[in-house]
Every structure is written in structure tokens, then in C-alpha cells.
């Protein structure tokens, strides 16, 4: 019997269940920022994709994961696109919220998520919903 792990191709999507705990979201980041680097995507869209991460995580857990349950992020890398998903079970749905209040403290997530992905939108689940984003990779010379 072989025990060993075949390893991942390279693009091999990756995923992975948080509880509803504090720090699942910098872990949630740390996991992104890996599944980035093997995938062999740096520098500022990287840093784009783990901020967005990081704010559909902290979604999830203020607003989309009833107690005793969590989130699910599925990163997947293909056609020149990385798309990041985070999966809940709660209700309700993510809104845009356009409003200038310079003086708030949250509600500005979204307002990131959509200024750094290319796309983004909310997706049906049963039960709860799915937010993901989209960021098209940029080819290079040498690429073609």
C-alpha cells in the first residue's frame, strides 16, 4: 500500500474549512499567501488577492456563520484567472455600500473587494451563499 500524498499539480485548486474563531482569518490569509506562491503568483496582485481574503473571511465570521458552524475558502487558479470563494451557511446577502461616512469603523470590505478584483458577486448556497471575486493574471512577452 503506498501511504505517500501524490503532490499537487500546479494549479491544483485548494481549499480548506475555518471555524468561527478570530483567528481563522489570518490563517485563511497565510493558506492564500501559499497556495499563491506555489502557484507562482507575486508582488501586488498577490497582495491584492490575500487582502480580499482577508476581507471575505472577516465577512464570514461577522456576518455569515452562525454559532457552531463556519466558512470554507476555495482558491482555484485557471484560465489566467485566480478565483477566491468563501462559502457560509447564514443568511442574508453581502451589499455594496456606497455611502460616504469617513468616520466609520467597518463596512468598507466590499468597497475593497471591488476596487482590486476585477469581478466579484454573491452566489447561491443551501443554505447560506457563496462571495467570491475574480483577478485576472496579466500575461507577459514571454508567456506568448
Known sequence: MNDETPP???HAPRERFYRRE???????????AAALADWGIRGERADDITLCVDELATNALLHGV???RGFRLHL????GAVRVEVHDS????????LREDGDAESGRGLLLVAALADKWGVGERDPGKVVWCEFVMQRHASDT
Open 8 to 10: 499537487l499539480t500546479p
Open 22 to 32: 478570530r483567528r481563522s482569518v489570518p490563517v485563511a490569509r497565510a493558506f492564500t
Open 66 to 68: 452562525p454559532p457552531g
Open 76 to 79: 482555484r487558479h485557471a484560465g
Open 90 to 97: 447564514g443568511g442574508g446577502r453581502p451589499v455594496l455600500d
